[in-house]
């Protein structure tokens, strides 16, 4: 069965260092990945999604992600972060285009914290 | 544009009562879904919907129930309120092809006593 794993549940970081937000997939064709952020009290935000093609995507707010297929990975980085980046991050995968399976599967999230 | 507009924002229920969460979209996007978000469990796929008439059980659809009689609207119905639903629900919709992800609605938290 397709799952999602983010192995983090809780990352801080400084303001102006860099992230790296792990995600890991189980599914078996190409996968359709996505990368969505959800503030206090507000409902999930797309950052980037994967398709096909360039296996490095750019998202909103200075973010990029890149798929490894070998390693089932679809991390999410960005170099240097900002206060405002403190939110919990979700990874997913949709397991196909139109049709009954137009679904999406979440991982657990990780809860980033900023420290100034 | 409003985008998917949820209602109520809180509703605290006393078991056994019966509530209807409210869910409407304005980009005629064929696909309605409706999530649930516990802490530290992600997101949990209630029902979901492919257009107007045709709904169909997710990951969790026992205690309640959607319609989908126009492209706007999908509401969710809780019968019979346990505390086992004391949640954050979401609605979302997207379309056909799903290219650009699920957009979202702000969520409606419901507490169950």
């Known amino acids: 069965a397709q799952s999602v794993t983010q192995p983090d549940i809780h990352i801080t970081v400084s303001e102006g260092a860099s992230l790296e937000l792990r995600c890991n997939y189980s599914y078996g064709a190409t996968p359709y990945l996505f990368w969505y952020v959800q503030s206090p009290g507000q409902g999930l935000q797309l950052l980037l999604k994967?398709?096909?093609?360039?296996?490095l995507v750019q998202g909103i707010k200075g973010f990029e992600a890149e798929f490894k297929r070998s390693q089932s990975s679809f991390n999410l980085r960005k170099p240097s972060v900002h206060w405002s980046d403190a939110a919990e991050y979700f990874c997913?995968?949709?397991?196909?285009?139109?049709?009954?399976?137009?679904?999406?599967?979440f991982g657990t999230g990780t809860l980033l914290a900023v420290q100034p | 544009n409003a985008g998917v507009t949820q209602t109520p924002k809180f509703r605290i229920l006393k078991i056994g009562q019966s509530m209807t969460l409210q869910c409407t979209q304005d980009?005629?996007?064929?696909?309605m879904y409706w999530y649930r978000q516990d802490p530290g469990m992600g997101l949990k796929l209630i029902y979901y919907s492919v257009g107007a008439g045709i709904t169909d059980k997710g990951e969790v659809p026992n205690g309640y129930n959607v319609s989908r009689s126009t492209t706007e609207d999908f509401p969710l119905r809780l019968e019979l309120a346990a505390p086992s639903q004391t949640s954050v629900y979401f609605c979302?919709?997207?379309?056909?092809?799903?290219?650009?992800?699920?957009?979202f609605g702000s969520g409606t938290r419901l507490t169950v006593v």
């Open positions: 994967y398709f096909s093609g360039d296996t």
């Open positions: 997913a995968v949709g397991t196909g285009y139109g049709g009954a399976t137009n679904k999406l599967i």
């Open positions: 979302a919709s997207s379309t056909l092809a799903g290219e650009n992800g699920y957009t």
């Open positions: 980009m005629n996007h064929n696909y």
